[in-house]
């Protein structure tokens, strides 16, 4: 297999020439194609022809597009997610402005919550003169911690307003009960994106960790906090040595390994010099029986520290998560610090976002589902939702007969598949039962304090779940949230209102196109329910190998041969794709593109495709699929990316699955010379 070097910076043209090897053996972007373009739904005037599509198929669909296109200042990427991601900041952004703009609003409406919190963010000349004063209660409380058992019971008061801390507690469904919920402990507590940047030696990353004790220095001299320099060497010492006992972001994808259910009771083996019993008396959560530990060597290891570390010294580490945690929310100065940091240093982002973005973010955060309804009515038809259920159902069906076709699983464990397939419950568009948040405050005068009783208010949502049913009609992502998720444990494939647009999904547009574009994200959502660590829950969502010993290596085997294509994928000269902590996202990649295609094919029911633009319509399939990655970096964002984010790169998410496609190699006719070709035998077929 050819090794790509990832094209979608800045500086891309040395890297996009190297590609140019071929001939223009496709159509142009005539202003005739263009125009037909709106009812096919293919970007021509993306398409770079003199990338031949053989060798780069990512940058064929994209590459003028990757030239021509500038990253706005106040952002990191662009792209297909991110234009949309766009729209519908601007679309809320109208909805809220109604309602600001409203006389009259009846006190504790959700409508009067919304107009507030949005003010409250907009209002800088009131957040200019408050300052730091909002936090001085947390830092007098911080200052009143007399020994370890406060430290303890301090932790719980700041994960309920919002703050960092070692280790959260939070409430989900039992993975190996999918009838209950079960409280959980989770590694948390560093500042930096994750652990590694504690320990990498690298240049880069010893000049971050420089900047970070500065950057933590200038904050407490703008608090007016005392002891600047000493504090922040402190908090670096005691988040690097927090950070040595956690897992991996590899380690913590495994399912299987993350539960480890300790009677409440027996904490204690794990941590004896924590008290549990304030951490967990103040949560409200000391009557529960069981806890399930996600990391459990991390609590061992954070023990240690506890104790190692004096009142004093854990009073600076929270004084810090504190003032860190709200430091967007406060003073310019404060915030314009914050924002150099992790946005600019970190990231590469060149200035801030417009004040009136954060602020919808905000009401997006803190009252998503309350601008949500207006949302789905105002850009939401019934007949998209329609539509889109017949594409899933669609979906369905092909996922079935390829499960039927599989040459590699035995017929005990492809029935099983089916039936889990079966259970799958997509979620369209929007709720069918809205969250209340009648007893959530908010003021236009107090963003900060609105933020600690949205964080208490989403601290109660979670306790009030447990020992009640599963809440099956719970969404976790807005309807104007641009993405889609599969929920192992409710087995359910989710799909927000706004990711149901061009050019994922047209209403007007060609079917090859729609099965290429939302399609592919449907058979990703379904493809996670049999990645590989969604393929460990049953149809009821329950935490169980239901594979014979003989078909689960078999499915192993075709894993580790996409984690070998995936890590010989350089992103930069120095820096390849990490195939373990991407597998489960490559698997959905290759899923969707896989079964999206089978779909559309199913779809044409024995009918010759048109040609439209002079494409087939396989062609248009597999450019409807790769135009929805396009997208663009930062490189610092990039590389953060790399190391954090369980996905692939977009250029990869696009060339990986169609490397491994026979359709793709018989419509474009690859041979063992082209850059995209991969050897039959080390080409991966899962699902």
């Not at 069981?290 to 023990?303: A, L, M, W």
């Not at 048109?610 to 970096?633: H, N, S």
């Amino acid at each position: 297999m050819k090794k790509f070097v990832y094209g979608g910076l800045c500086a891309s043209a040395l890297i996009l020439a190297a590609c140019q090897s071929g001939t223009d053996t496709q159509p142009t972007a005539s202003a005739a194609a263009v125009k037909q373009a709106l009812t096919s739904g293919i970007d021509l005037e993306n398409f770079d022809t003199s990338v031949r599509p053989q060798d780069d198929f990512y940058t064929y669909v994209n590459g003028t597009w990757l030239k021509e296109t500038q990253i706005p200042a106040d952002r990191t990427n662009t792209g297909a997610f991110y234009d949309l991601r766009i729209k519908a900041q601007e679309d809320v952004q109208a909805i809220i402005a109604e309602l600001a703009e409203t006389e009259g609003l009846k006190p504790g409406s959700d409508e009067q919550k919304v107009a507030a919190l949005y003010q409250s963010m907009m209002d800088v000349d009131t957040v200019n003169a408050l300052g730091v004063k909002p936090l001085q209660g947390e830092f007098e409380k911080i200052a009143g911690l007399e020994n370890h058992a406060d430290v303890a019971a301090y932790f719980a008061h700041a994960q309920m307003i919002g703050v960092n801390s070692p280790f959260v507690f939070y409430v989900s469904v039992d993975a190996k009960n999918s009838s209950a919920y079960a409280g959980h402990l989770w590694q948390t507590g560093l500042s930096l994106p994750d652990r590694d940047y504690y320990f990498d030696e690298g240049e880069r990353f010893a000049k971050m960790r420089a900047d970070f004790v500065k950057h933590i220095a200038t904050m407490y001299e703008l608090a007016g906090l005392e002891g600047a320099d000493s504090a922040a060497n402190t908090i670096l010492e005691m988040e690097t040595a927090l950070a040595k006992h956690q897992w991996t972001k590899v380690e913590t994808r495994d399912s299987e390994k993350r539960y480890n259910k300790f009677a409440t009771s027996e904490l204690n083996t794990l941590a004896d010099d924590f008290d549990w019993g304030a951490f967990l008396g103040t949560l409200g959560a000391e009557e529960l029986d069981n806890i399930i530990v996600n990391q459990p060597s991390y609590i061992e290891g954070f023990n240690d520290l506890f104790s190692q570390y004096s009142v004093d010294q854990w009073q600076t580490y929270l004084t810090w998560q504190v003032l860190t945690s709200f430091a967007s929310q406060l003073s310019e100065p404060l915030d314009e610090e914050n924002f150099d940091f992790f946005a600019r240093k970190l990231n590469g982002q060149e200035q801030q976002q417009a004040r009136w973005k954060r602020a919808v973010d905000k009401v997006n955060g803190d009252l998503g589902e309350v601008v949500g309804k207006v949302y789905v009515k105002k850009h939401f038809s019934p007949e998209a939702k329609a539509r889109m259920g017949e594409l899933v159902e669609n979906l369905r069906k092909a996922y079935a007969q390829s499960i039927d076709e599989l040459d590699w699983m035995g017929e005990e464990t492809k029935k099983k598949a089916k039936v889990k397939l079966a259970a799958f419950t997509p979620k369209i568009g929007y709720p069918d039962k809205w969250k209340d948040y009648s007893s959530l405050t908010v003021k236009a005068d107090d963003l900060v304090g609105n933020s600690m009783r949205a964080a208490q208010w989403a601290h109660e949502e979670q306790m009030s779940k447990l020992g009640g049913p599963i809440r099956k009609w719970e969404w976790f992502m807005n309807p104007q949230t641009v993405n889609a998720y599969y929920n192992p444990t409710m087995n359910e494939i989710v799909f927000p209102a706004a990711i149901l647009q061009p050019p994922f999904f047209n209403m007007e547009a060609d079917d090859a196109v729609n099965y290429g574009g939302i399609g592919a994200v449907i058979g990703h959502e379904m493809g996670h329910g049999f990645d590989d660590q969604g393929s460990r829950y049953d149809a009821e969502g329950n935490l169980v190998n239901w594979w014979t010993e003989e078909d689960l290596m078999a499915f192993q085997r075709r894993g580790r041969k996409l984690i070998k294509q995936y890590s010989e994928y350089k992103v930069f000269d120095d820096l390849s794709v990490n195939g373990q902590l991407t597998l489960g996202e490559n698997i959905g990649d290759l899923s969707g593109a896989t079964i999206g295609y089978k779909a559309y094919q199913l779809a044409l029911d024995g009918e010759e495709a048109p040609v439209i633009d002079g494409l087939t319509g396989d062609e248009r399939f597999f450019i409807g699929f790769t135009q929805i990655w396009r997208a663009k970096y930062k490189e610092e964002a990039l590389r953060n990316r790399v190391r954090t984010d369980p996905h692939s790169p977009s250029h990869f998410r696009a060339n990986g699955p169609l490397g491994n496609m026979p359709e793709f190699y018989q419509t474009y006719d690859l041979k063992p010379s082209d850059a995209m070709y991969i050897p039959e035998e080390d080409r991966v077929k899962i699902w």
